[in-house]
């Protein structure tokens, strides 16, 4: 059973279109973060999240982009209004038990 | 602030021949390094990682890194790679300073196995 539970694996929206993308970690981490991958490129950080706030966020992470803990157990990821250039993977990641994180599967998502 | 440079970013490779996947790191404190494995179409899967002690780990599917501090390297090797080991690898780096627990990755080296 994966540690990081991420849903759904795939989301095609239409631009300008709101997404909510899930995650559910097996454990009750503190800790959360979401990172992006576009298509060949590298794994970026966009969020950290830390106690039910955000505790650092890259300059990708502008204000179309927020972060909840709606019901303690899962984490979203929502973009507000989305782009073209938001199709991407985003991963989600909880602390593993000796560092480094423990990534989810990915949902990839396509704006068209 | 910390970054990550994996010099190649393609590596054709003979099946049974060994590879070495070079990354360098810049940080002004001490580090804690990860190399993460990302098969066609899933996600990252940790390989391994060093965190202290020796300096040469050991991960899984036979693959080690060496931790170079002198020369701020983790390069990866296998002296025997399968074709099964195609895939993207990412060296990654948390730096250890109070409260900063993110992880950078480098931008990823395509591993590539011909028969």
């Known amino acids: 059973e994966p540690e990081v539970t991420q849903t759904p694996s795939h989301q095609v929206t239409q631009m300008g279109q709101e997404v909510i993308l899930r995650c559910v970690p097996i454990s009750n981490h503190l800790y959360f973060y979401w990172y992006r991958q576009i298509l060949g490129q590298k794994v970026e950080f966009l969020v950290s999240?830390?106690?039910?706030?955000?505790?650092?966020k890259s300059e990708i992470f502008d204000d179309q982009f927020s972060v909840e803990r709606p019901d303690g157990s899962n984490f979203t990821l929502k973009i507000r209004s989305t782009k073209l250039e938001d199709s991407a993977m985003y991963f989600c990641?909880?602390?593993?038990?000796?560092?480094?994180?423990?990534f989810g599967s990915g949902t990839r998502l396509t704006v068209v | 602030a910390q970054s990550v440079t994996q010099l190649d970013s393609q590596v054709p490779v003979f099946e049974e021949a060994p590879v070495e996947l070079r990354c360098n790191y810049s940080s002004s404190v001490s580090v804690y390094l990860f190399w993460y494995v990302q098969y066609p179409n899933q996600g990252l899967q940790l390989l391994l990682k060093y965190l202290s002690g020796s300096t040469l780990v050991k991960g899984i599917n036979g693959f080690e890194a060496e931790f170079n501090k002198s020369q701020t390297s983790f390069h990866l090797r296998k002296p025997s790679v399968h074709i099964s080991d195609t895939a993207e690898y990412f060296c990654a780096v948390i730096s250890l300073i109070q409260g900063a627990q993110k992880l950078v990755f480098g931008q990823g080296t395509r591993l590539t196995i011909n028969p």
């Open positions: 999240f830390y106690n039910n706030e955000i505790s650092e």
């Open positions: 990641a909880t602390p593993a038990r000796t560092y480094g994180y423990t």
